[in-house]
């Protein structure tokens, strides 16, 4: 029957009771924005902008940004809205002309928005690459910082982004940025819970390392925890905080995210349909049901069970 639900669920995404919920994709690049676009979503909620420069041994021109930010909001001249995330390099993703060489803990370093400290130029004209595509395209255009760790960087981040006409948010994929929601939410227009990063900052484990799975698992109580604060202090502020992390393509956690009161959840394009599906089966209510029964489990194994005792699975 679940199978058969999936095939047939074409959206728009809603609970059970009618509650509208916002369903977003990831996107790398023109061509998987073009296919996600078919999709039952509403927009982009994660445009990851490094992976376009993955293998350009030179930062390319403003102009030449432009283009490559166009094809991907293209698709969503619509109605729809895209996320694009400024440049995360360094760490897992590694970046010719930006990636700080040599570091001891890559993934404690000079990453995401901290490579802009000592070169903000290279922000500057990626905003300005991402400005020009949001004019030419006309497509609603937000824009969000990865790796914030304080509210002066979220502060500075949204200044640059407003100058340029575009509604700025960062990224929750820092233990402290969660826990500072509430005065993140003072200075940006939304915030965009990364769990993957969130995860593995939050339990001090690798989210590469395949024998540390039992700790990078979005289900621990610490990381749920963190996830709910700052949902609240979305609902508080009357601001959009979604979910953009593997998190989000959890069809299960997906229910339990809703009831913490996430806005949207974004993922890859084939986890729409499945999570779509699951959360047209359940109400609200439900949802914040499964919220309680995660958040208050021990470890994750409890708490996929006890959401799914929830569900009724
Ligand atoms: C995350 O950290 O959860 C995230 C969405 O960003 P990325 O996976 O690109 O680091
Ligand atoms: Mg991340």
């Not at 001249?77 to 930006?98: C, E, H, N, Q």
């Not at 300005?128 to 497509?139: F, N, Q, V």
Request: net charge negative.
């Amino acid at each position: 029957r679940l199978r058969e639900e999936l095939a047939s669920w074409t959206g728009p995404a809603a609970t059970l009771d009618g509650l509208p919920l916002k369903l977003l994709a990831n996107v790398a690049d023109g061509s998987s924005a073009e296919s996600a676009g078919v999709e039952p979503v509403q927009g982009v909620g994660l445009f990851r902008t490094e992976l376009c420069f993955l293998d350009q041994k030179n930062e390319p021109t403003v102009e030449e940004q432009a283009d490559i930010y166009s094809a991907v909001l293209a698709p969503y001249a619509d109605g729809r809205y895209v996320v694009v995330r400024t440049l995360d390099a360094g760490s897992d993703k590694p970046i010719a002309f930006a990636t700080h060489e040599g570091e001891e803990n890559p993934a404690l370093g000079v990453r995401g928005l901290r490579l802009s400290f000592d070169n903000p130029g290279l922000m500057d004209r990626q905003l300005d690459g991402i400005a020009a595509a949001a004019k030419s395209t006309g497509t609603e255009t937000w824009v969000m910082a990865p790796m914030v760790a304080t509210v002066a960087e979220a502060t500075d981040f949204a200044e640059k982004v407003r100058a340029r006409g575009l509604k700025p948010g960062v990224m929750v994929e820092i233990p402290s940025a969660a826990l500072l929601a509430h005065r993140m939410l003072e200075v940006v227009d939304f915030l965009s819970i990364g769990t993957n990063d969130l995860t593995q900052y939050t339990m001090a484990a690798d989210r590469m390392a395949t024998d540390l799975a039992h700790l990078t698992d979005p289900w621990q109580p610490a990381v749920l925890q963190l996830i709910a604060i700052t949902a609240h202090a979305g609902k508080e502020a009357g601001k959009p905080v979604g979910v953009c992390g593997e998190a989000a393509a959890d069809p299960l956690l997906a229910t339990a995210l809703i009831g913490m009161g996430i806005s949207s959840l974004s993922m890859a394009a084939r986890a729409v349909r499945p999570v779509g599906a699951q959360l047209s089966r359940v109400s609200l209510e439900t949802c914040e049901a499964a919220a309680e029964a995660a958040l208050g489990a021990p470890d994750p194994m409890a708490a996929r069970a006890a959401v799914r005792e929830v569900l009724g699975h």
